[in-house]
């Protein structure tokens, strides 16, 4: 028994040492291996749930599309360094910025728009573009006054706070004169985001007087929808060729706003197309009129 | 650091007694190279005296000296983005510093996280730690390929979302609450579940270097190795001990140089060694004694 397994050892041992060796080579090889693999497929699948900006946080101006800066960005934080407002900072483990990369927040610091941009300038990699040399032409996010309940504008009052403050004022937003359903004798002042001239300073949202900003300035990818690729206004279209492009269109009535007053002015008479709408039975009778604001009728 | 009174004492008490510099004198210069960079950095922030900015992914000193880590570069053109020429240049000094001095350097004179690895192994040294199991050395090349895989699959520097070195060393500069999760996973690890398992074993940042040093000037050798008298000091206080052997018991070398790249130059055997067997020089010093 004892030399049968010795002799068994030996044999083992004796006749292939070679073989204990590669099987224990392949074994730490396929272990390191595994390792390697293991950290590829984690870290990629981490940097890809991670790879989504979150609503508020906002990148420097001049930064590459998402994709691109997370492929530049060394994470050095020299750009926070140089920007005399202490606007950026550096994500932190955790957080939901990718880690070490520099973004900022709107309501806490939002960016100045230096004239010089020396963020741009202190980035080594070009994580941050130096092509962007007007601070103007920044995108570093979009505003969207996403409140209608809150903002004061809205409820028909003068606060205008955010159009004030902005940097890039009467082009980036502007206030468009709306009829005040409410009182159907005044105007409200809507500051309207521009998005061709809006950089996402973030100086709205900081300045907004509500406890909660009404206005805020998302990624642009978050704030802005796009049109499919074929498609033209008309209007733009007859302006550029001077004129319609398909020939003279016979002018149909608009039909349904009997008796509304919907975007008209208060003293405006209301002139229904009596005549060329002879009663059509599907068009329910008008109902009585109330005390204020408009009712399109129109019921979900 | 509490590390200045490490010494692993052999049972033998007859060696002559050598002062306590001459005992740390190794240790206290790489913890004050280790220090004096981190406060190049935090000069700016903390007094307004502008040394270094940024961190040691990518920092400029004194406003004109760019430095850039090369293994992020790396990764940076493995995802297919070309880097701004300061980044390259500084990337350029980088890797030269290091060819030429030593790989590893990095290691043992910058890297932050070697000083929580070096705190780690004295605890278990000192707690008589023996439990665990030490992966395979070479799963760092393996990791340093996956990372670079990483980084080509998903065209982002995956690493640097996890990367520990740039992890403390950002963090001790810029502020971290979450990173310290991670350096406090590496002591643990390597306080209890492998001994020196972090930078010895797996450490993808400390492989890439290790790769840079193979040719490497400064070196620590062994000329004085006849006077060693076994007492495995030296093996138990090295990062990497499997490089002493060749030059210490000419295994497969005549010269008394520590040849193997993996040898950090931490010089912490020249201190340990009551015998005085190892000194620090160059590449070219084959003088045996
Ligand atoms: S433009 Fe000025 S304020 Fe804005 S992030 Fe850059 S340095 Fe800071
Ligand atoms: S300077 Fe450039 S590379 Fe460095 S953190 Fe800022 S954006 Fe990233
Ligand atoms: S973010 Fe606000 S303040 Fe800045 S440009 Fe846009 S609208 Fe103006
Ligand atoms: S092995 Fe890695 S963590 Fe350890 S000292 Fe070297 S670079 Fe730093
Ligand atoms: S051989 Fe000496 S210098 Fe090299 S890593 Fe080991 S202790 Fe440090």
Not at chain 1, 158 to 174: G, L
Not at chain 2, 108 to 133: E, F, M, Y
Not at chain 2, 150 to 156: E, F, N, S, V
Not at chain 2, 266 to 287: A, E, L, N, P, S
Request: net charge positive; charged share 20%; glycine share 8%.
């Amino acid at each position: 028994m004892d030399t049968g397994k010795n002799s068994a050892r030996k044999s083992s041992t004796a006749a292939s040492p070679a073989s204990v060796a590669r099987r224990k080579f392949i074994n730490s090889v396929a272990a390191a291996a595994g390792g390697g693999c293991l950290l590829a497929l984690g870290a990629g699948l981490y940097s890809r749930q991670a790879a989504a900006l979150p609503a508020q946080a906002l990148r420097p101006p001049g930064a590459l599309p998402e994709a691109d800066f997370l492929a530049a960005c060394v994470r050095c934080g020299l750009c926070v360094r140089d920007c005399p407002y202490d606007t950026l900072k550096l994500s932190d483990l955790g957080e939901p910025v990718a880690t070490g990369t520099p973004y900022f927040t709107a309501r806490k610091i939002a960016c100045e728009m230096c004239d010089d941009i020396p963020c741009v300038k202190a980035c080594p990699t070009g994580a941050l573009d130096r092509q962007l040399t007007d601070i103007n032409k920044a995108q570093m996010g979009l505003a969207a006054l996403v409140d209608h309940e809150s903002c004061l504008n809205f409820l028909g009052l003068r606060c205008d706070v955010c159009y004030r403050v902005c940097p890039v004022i009467d082009k980036a937003i502007t206030l468009e004169t709306h009829h005040n359903p409410r009182s159907d004798r005044h105007a409200m002042l809507l500051p309207t985001v521009h998005s061709d001239a809006c950089t996402g300073c973030g100086k709205c949202e900081k300045s907004c007087v509500l406890p909660e900003a009404a206005i805020k300035v998302f990624p642009r990818q978050l704030a802005q929808g796009a049109l499919p690729a074929h498609y033209r206004k008309s209007w733009e279209e007859k302006a550029r060729h001077g004129g319609s492009l398909i020939g003279e269109q016979v002018e149909m009535p608009a039909r349904g706003f009997e008796g509304s007053t919907a975007g008209r002015a208060a003293t405006e008479a209301v002139t229904a197309p009596t005549g060329a709408a002879p009663a059509a039975p599907s068009v329910p009778p008008p109902p009585a009129k109330t005390a204020a604001g408009i009712n399109s009728r129109w019921k979900p | 650091m509490s590390m200045a009174t490490t010494t692993v004492s052999s049972a033998s008490g007859c060696a002559p007694a050598r002062s306590l510099w001459q005992r740390q004198r190794w240790l206290i210069l790489r913890r004050a190279s280790q220090l004096l960079i981190l406060l190049a950095f935090l000069s700016g922030p903390w007094f307004g005296v502008w040394i270094a900015k940024g961190n040691l992914s990518s920092s400029l000193t004194l406003g004109v000296l760019p430095l850039t880590d090369p293994l992020l570069v790396l990764q940076t053109l493995v995802t297919g983005h070309l880097p701004y020429s300061s980044a390259l240049i500084g990337a350029a000094i980088v890797l030269g510093f290091y060819l030429l001095i030593g790989g590893r350097v990095f290691c043992s004179w910058v890297c932050p996280v070697n000083v929580v690895t070096d705190a780690a192994a004295w605890s278990r040294r000192r707690l008589g730690i023996k439990t665990g199991r030490v992966p395979d050395a070479n799963t760092r090349y393996w990791l340093l390929g996956g990372l670079l895989l990483a980084a080509a699959a998903t065209g982002t520097l995956a690493w640097e979302w996890v990367n520990p070195v740039s992890l403390l060393h950002r963090g001790l500069i810029f502020g971290m609450s979450g990173g310290l999760f991670v350096i406090a996973g590496i002591f643990m690890y390597d306080l209890l579940v492998a001994s020196r398992g972090w930078c010895g074993h797996l450490c993808p940042v400390g492989a890439f270097y290790g790769l840079l040093g193979k040719k490497a000037l400064l070196r620590v050798a062994a000329p004085n190795r006849k006077a060693c008298d076994d007492c495995m000091d030296c093996f138990a206080v090295c990062p990497e001990p499997q490089v002493i052997r060749p030059a210490l018991k000419k295994v497969g070398q005549e010269s008394p140089l520590i040849l193997a790249s993996d040898c950090t130059t931490c010089g912490r055997c020249i201190d340990v060694c009551d015998k005085q067997v190892f000194k620090m020089t160059h590449r070219f010093d084959q003088r045996s004694e």
